[in-house]
């Protein structure tokens, strides 16, 4: 039985420099209990797609479609109201991929989680309370009664995901559109979550359709995928055929991009070499917080003893879940923190003798957010050659060599040069973070989640960038990651975080193929596989 | 929130501290207050017994001190002029600013908030056009200006509404849009964006893809995050209608505050000045100590930290 049917749909937007047509003549179906996957990368319409099925398209934007409709229900030919009244919550339930800023900051979760079930008239107010507390549950948020009267910034971000999650399923939507659900949330709380939406779609025959840039999550939980790419549909078919025999060439491409998780690693722990760049000696580091006024210190233990040291030349990877202390180690090892106990030396000088300008040009940070981490109102010239204005080093002509020269390693073009963040895209902002590292030519970078914000295929490329910057340069690299499927891709070893404490060290190999911790082997387990279908899954469980 | 408050609180007494320094040292340091009381023609002896007579020949740090201790009780001197308490004076006429800024206040809210938010509803409509002729224009026209033309237009050619004076509600209806038109164009420009920006938000999507529109999304979800940015405008708004009612009151000779402020400068009555300059300052520190508790208790992320 068919419960969404679209055909020949195209998405204009009227932008000031004239339309641009997002998507082109894209036809989906949907039957009961059936999960689509679309892929693609950012830009290629597949968000689009969803938002003109929930009339949430921008105002800009018009939208025609040969068919539209819903459980038999022609969709364009209802009016505003009645399709405010029928369709968004109770059928067509949506959650959005920005779990910092999708819950109104000023309303408990109770009240943003109960309110439309309510309006509705479908519970009454302790019914709903009962249901939302039922569901904040299974999205496995701890004391959930207790969280129905928090706000949303007393939340993490996955703890926010996953209250939107619940909140949709308040109104037992028949189709649920997720946009990138779960890549705010580490890969255990991902497979929990992606777990939770298949026992739905089971259980109510709910209708799912997952979008993501990642084929792997995506092939492993949908029946049919579609492929987008510019705007259109380029590939549709069953998991298994567009896994295995894809036709278009750019899923060719973006398959040959998505970093695997099988095989030997790419590097087996060639580096030789054994002296210490920066070590961290019984790191230990507490913050401490106060509830109300008079109320008792809580103390946080977000290191406890870490030992820690990375070797010349090579990439060591540091993974662990939000909040295991990951980026608390990767501030203290760039200087940026002090530890309450232990020592951090570089090049077996103990960190704190350093001045700030002299350990800047030892080891420089590569942020996560390539979209925030520039300074959108200078030019890139400008951008990369701060650390040596910062450092009084050179002059105007040298400081343009060294830029012109950076700016060729991470192969930006040099028209680039003065344009503005802004003009790039985010493959090309993070090569710009990259080049304002190396332009001190410094012997070590500390990159925190370098491509989690990147398609797959920029991913791809940056790894490789990272990767021939290590061999060219003899770079060495704190990689500090919680994706294991990038790990297995650059990583000469890997070290493992939990709560705090390294549970686990050694070669990539060793770590990848036999784990001797509990947590590794979870976290290696709950890594989205690629190759793995829906039925491999079922057929495992 | 209790520490929040008391914490603002503190902050707000240290400002009216510093304000009745300043206030204070303006009178008696940047002119010498006994030649002002004296007059410009007095002979020298004239001002010499002036000096002696107001206590004004002893130290300035004396002088503010007894002043400021005056001040905690309640007491803030007598009147050169009227030659009574200036603390009564100003209880006295007191009234009709607060009234008229009050006024002023609800005629501002009024035509601002709801022209502000049908303005971002339909961005780039005629609404929204007409709306921003409306702030331009009320920005550009100054106080008196408008307040002669009201008088022409509504109480000579038609007079539905007094000329001047103060006895009757009627007597403020002009007065108080005049005073109010000219707060219009910054709350109105402020609810405008505020609310744009919040329609953008992800959680205004996420709330639409519930299955709210139109009126009950506004109230729902965006009026409490609109109204945030536009509190704290309005305090520093209503602390302006007290200062501004200078004008205003000489305009519709409105017996208030105002025109007490303008009597005791011409008079070069020194402690009514001060203590007019003190009570504007404490009101607009009220004010803006009443917007940050306001605030606190519309946003639970100032609340808890």
């Given at each position: 039985?068919?419960l969404?049917?679209?055909q020949?749909?195209?998405?204009?937007?009227?932008?000031?420099?004239?339309?641009?047509?997002?998507?082109?003549?894209?036809?989906l179906?949907?039957?009961?209990?059936?999960?689509?996957?679309?892929?693609?990368?950012?830009?290629s319409?597949?968000s689009?797609?969803?938002?003109a099925?929930m009339?949430?398209?921008?105002r800009s934007?018009?939208c025609?479609?040969?068919?539209?409709?819903?459980?038999?229900?022609?969709?364009?030919?209802?009016d505003?109201?009645?399709?405010?009244a029928?369709?968004?919550?109770?059928?067509?339930?949506?959650?959005?991929?920005e779990?910092?800023?999708?819950?109104?900051?000023?309303?408990?979760?109770?009240?943003?989680?109960?309110?439309?079930?309510?309006?509705r008239?479908?519970?009454?107010?302790p019914?709903?309370?009962?249901?939302?507390?039922?569901?904040?549950?299974?999205?496995?948020?701890?004391?959930?009664?207790?969280?129905?009267?928090?706000?949303?910034?007393?939340?993490?971000?996955?703890?926010?995901q996953?209250?939107?999650i619940?909140?949709?399923?308040?109104?037992?939507?028949d189709?649920?559109?997720a946009?990138?659900?779960?890549?705010?949330?580490?890969?255990?709380?991902?497979?929990?979550?992606?777990?939770?939406?298949?026992?739905?779609?089971?259980?109510?025959?709910?209708?799912l359709?997952?979008?993501?840039h990642?084929?792997?999550?995506?092939?492993q939980r949908?029946?049919?995928?579609?492929?987008?790419?510019?705007?259109e549909?380029?590939?549709?078919?069953?998991?298994?055929?567009?896994?295995?025999?894809?036709?278009?060439?750019?899923?060719?491409?973006l398959?040959?991009?998505?970093?695997?998780?099988?095989?030997?690693?790419?590097?087996?722990?060639?580096?030789?070499?054994?002296?210490?760049?920066?070590?961290?000696?019984?790191?230990?580091?507490?913050?401490t917080?106060?509830?109300?006024?008079?109320?008792?210190?809580?103390?946080?233990?977000?290191?406890?003893?870490?030992?820690?040291?990375?070797?010349?030349?090579?990439?060591?990877?540091?993974?662990?879940?939000?909040?295991?202390?990951?980026?608390t180690?990767?501030?203290?090892?760039?200087?940026?923190?002090?530890?309450?106990?232990?020592?951090?030396?570089?090049?077996?000088?103990?960190?704190a003798?350093?001045?700030?300008?002299?350990?800047?040009a030892?080891?420089q940070?590569?942020?996560?957010?390539?979209?925030?981490?520039?300074?959108?109102?200078?030019?890139?010239?400008?951008?990369?050659?701060?650390?040596?204005?910062?450092?009084?080093?050179g002059?105007?002509?040298?400081?343009?060599?060294?830029?012109?020269?950076?700016?060729?390693?991470?192969?930006?073009?040099a028209?680039?040069?003065?344009?503005?963040?802004?003009?790039?895209?985010?493959?090309?902002?993070q090569?710009?973070?990259?080049?304002?590292?190396?332009?001190?030519?410094?012997?070590?970078?500390?990159?925190d989640?370098?491509?989690?914000?990147?398609?797959?295929?920029?991913?791809?490329?940056?790894?490789?960038?990272l990767?021939e910057?290590?061999?060219?340069?003899?770079?060495t690299?704190?990689?500090?990651?919680?994706d294991?499927?990038?790990?297995?891709?650059?990583?000469?070893?890997?070290?493992?975080?939990?709560?705090?404490r390294?549970?686990?060290?050694?070669?990539?190999?060793?770590?990848?193929s036999?784990?001797s911790?509990?947590?590794?082997a979870?976290?290696?387990?709950?890594?989205?596989?690629?190759?793995?279908?829906?039925?491999?899954?079922q057929?495992?469980? | 929130?209790?520490r929040?408050?008391?914490?603002r609180?503190l902050?707000?007494l240290?400002?009216?501290?510093?304000?009745?320094?300043?206030?204070?040292?303006?009178?008696n340091?940047?002119?010498?207050?006994?030649q002002?009381?004296?007059?410009?023609?007095?002979?020298?002896e004239v001002?010499?017994?002036?000096?002696a007579?107001?206590?004004?020949?002893?130290?300035?740090?004396?002088?503010?001190?007894?002043?400021?201790?005056?001040?905690?009780?309640?007491d803030?001197g007598?009147?050169y002029?009227?030659?009574?308490?200036?603390?009564?004076?100003?209880?006295?006429?007191?009234?009709?600013t607060?009234?008229?800024?009050?006024?002023?206040?609800?005629?501002?809210?009024?035509?601002?908030?709801?022209?502000?938010?049908?303005?971002?509803?339909?961005?780039?409509?005629?609404?929204?056009?007409?709306?921003?002729?409306?702030?331009v224009?009320?920005?550009?026209?100054p106080?008196?200006?408008?307040?002669?033309?009201m008088?022409?237009?509504?109480?000579?050619?038609?007079?539905?509404?007094?000329?001047?004076?103060?006895?009757?509600?009627?007597?403020?209806?002009?007065?108080?849009?005049?005073?109010?038109?000219?707060?219009?164009p910054?709350?109105?420009?402020?609810?405008?964006?505020?609310?744009?920006?919040?329609?953008?938000?992800?959680?205004?999507r996420?709330?639409?893809s519930?299955?709210?529109?139109?009126?009950?999304?506004?109230?729902?979800?965006?009026?409490?995050?609109?109204?945030?940015?536009v509190?704290?405008?309005?305090?520093?708004?209503?602390?302006?209608?007290?200062g501004?009612?200078?004008?205003?009151?000489?305009?519709?000779?409105?017996?208030?505050?105002?025109?007490l402020?303008l009597?005791?400068?011409?008079?070069?009555?020194?402690?009514?000045?001060?203590?007019?300059?003190?009570?504007?300052?404490?009101?607009?520190?009220?004010?803006n100590?009443?917007?940050?508790?306001?605030?606190?208790?519309?946003?639970?992320?100032?609340?808890?930290?």
């Amino acid at each position: 039985m068919t419960l969404l049917d679209i055909q020949n749909l195209d998405i204009t937007l009227s932008l000031p420099n004239g339309p641009l047509h997002v998507v082109r003549d894209v036809s989906l179906s949907l039957a009961k209990g059936e999960a689509l996957g679309i892929v693609g990368e950012s830009g290629s319409g597949k968000s689009m797609t969803a938002l003109a099925l929930m009339r949430l398209l921008p105002r800009s934007a018009s939208c025609t479609a040969a068919r539209m409709a819903f459980d038999g229900q022609d969709l364009p030919a209802l009016d505003g109201p009645a399709f405010t009244a029928a369709i968004p919550g109770p059928k067509i339930g949506m959650i959005f991929q920005e779990p910092m800023t999708s819950l109104n900051p000023v309303y408990t979760i109770g009240r943003q989680m109960t309110e439309a079930a309510v309006a509705r008239g479908l519970l009454s107010v302790p019914e709903a309370r009962q249901k939302a507390v039922a569901l904040l549950d299974r999205v496995g948020i701890p004391d959930p009664q207790d969280r129905m009267a928090q706000y949303p910034h007393q939340l993490s971000g996955g703890q926010r995901q996953r209250v939107m999650i619940a909140m949709t399923l308040m109104l037992d939507p028949d189709l649920l559109i997720a946009d990138e659900p779960t890549t705010a949330l580490d890969v255990t709380v991902q497979a929990q979550i992606l777990d939770l939406l298949d026992d739905l779609r089971r259980e109510r025959q709910m209708g799912l359709i997952l979008i993501s840039h990642d084929l792997a999550v995506v092939a492993q939980r949908t029946d049919r995928v579609a492929v987008m790419y510019m705007g259109e549909l380029v590939e549709q078919g069953s998991a298994q055929d567009v896994l295995f025999e894809p036709r278009h060439d750019y899923t060719k491409a973006l398959l040959a991009a998505i970093p695997r998780l099988d095989g030997p690693p790419r590097h087996a722990g060639d580096s030789a070499a054994t002296d210490e760049v920066i070590a961290a000696r019984d790191v230990t580091r507490r913050f401490t917080s106060r509830k109300g006024l008079f109320g008792p210190k809580r103390e946080t233990l977000a290191l406890d003893g870490v030992s820690l040291s990375v070797k010349r030349g090579e990439t060591l990877a540091l993974i662990g879940e939000s909040g295991s202390g990951k980026s608390t180690l990767a501030r203290i090892l760039l200087g940026l923190d002090q530890p309450d106990a232990g020592e951090v030396r570089m090049l077996d000088r103990p960190v704190a003798d350093l001045a700030p300008t002299d350990r800047a040009a030892f080891v420089q940070p590569v942020f996560q957010d390539p979209y925030t981490s520039l300074n959108p109102r200078r030019r890139l010239a400008e951008i990369i050659a701060r650390p040596l204005v910062l450092r009084d080093e050179g002059d105007r002509a040298s400081r343009l060599a060294a830029v012109e020269e950076a700016m060729e390693r991470v192969r930006l073009p040099a028209r680039l040069l003065h344009a503005y963040p802004s003009q790039l895209s985010g493959g090309q902002r993070q090569r710009v973070a990259i080049a304002r590292a190396l332009v001190t030519r410094p012997q070590a970078l500390i990159c925190d989640e370098p491509t989690s914000a990147l398609d797959v295929s920029v991913q791809a490329q940056i790894l490789d960038l990272l990767d021939e910057l290590r061999r060219d340069m003899g770079l060495t690299c704190l990689l500090v990651t919680h994706d294991m499927a990038v790990v297995h891709e650059v990583a000469d070893r890997i070290a493992v975080m939990y709560r705090g404490r390294i549970v686990e060290e050694g070669s990539a190999e060793a770590v990848l193929s036999n784990p001797s911790n509990d947590y590794t082997a979870r976290l290696l387990a709950a890594a989205p596989r690629f190759g793995e279908t829906a039925e491999d899954r079922q057929v495992a469980r | 929130m209790l520490r929040y408050i008391a914490l603002r609180g503190l902050l707000a007494l240290l400002v009216a501290f510093t304000v009745s320094l300043a206030a204070f040292l303006l009178l008696n340091v940047a002119a010498d207050p006994a030649q002002a009381i004296a007059g410009e023609d007095a002979t020298p002896e004239v001002v010499e017994t002036i000096r002696a007579r107001y206590g004004l020949d002893r130290p300035l740090a004396v002088r503010y001190a007894d002043w400021l201790g005056g001040v905690v009780q309640g007491d803030f001197g007598e009147s050169y002029y009227w030659h009574k308490p200036v603390a009564s004076l100003v209880a006295d006429r007191a009234d009709e600013t607060i009234t008229l800024a009050f006024s002023a206040l609800a005629v501002t809210i009024l035509i601002a908030i709801p022209l502000g938010a049908l303005a971002a509803l339909n961005p780039n409509s005629w609404i929204d056009r007409l709306a921003l002729g409306v702030a331009v224009s009320a920005q550009a026209v100054p106080n008196f200006w408008l307040g002669l033309i009201m008088i022409i237009l509504f109480a000579v050619m038609v007079p539905i509404f007094p000329v001047s004076g103060d006895d009757s509600w009627r007597h403020f209806v002009l007065p108080a849009f005049v005073l109010g038109a000219s707060s219009v164009p910054a709350v109105m420009r402020l609810t405008r964006t505020g609310l744009i920006e919040v329609m953008g938000a992800d959680y205004i999507r996420t709330a639409r893809s519930k299955g709210f529109r139109g009126w009950q999304l506004l109230r729902r979800h965006a009026l409490r995050n609109a109204i945030l940015p536009v509190i704290s405008v309005l305090a520093v708004q209503l602390g302006q209608k007290f200062g501004g009612s200078v004008i205003t009151e000489s305009i519709f000779a409105i017996n208030g505050l105002g025109r007490l402020a303008l009597e005791s400068i011409l008079g070069a009555d020194i402690p009514t000045v001060q203590m007019l300059i003190f009570v504007f300052a404490i009101v607009f520190v009220a004010m803006n100590l009443l917007a940050d508790i306001l605030n606190a208790a519309l946003d639970p992320r100032i609340r808890i930290g």
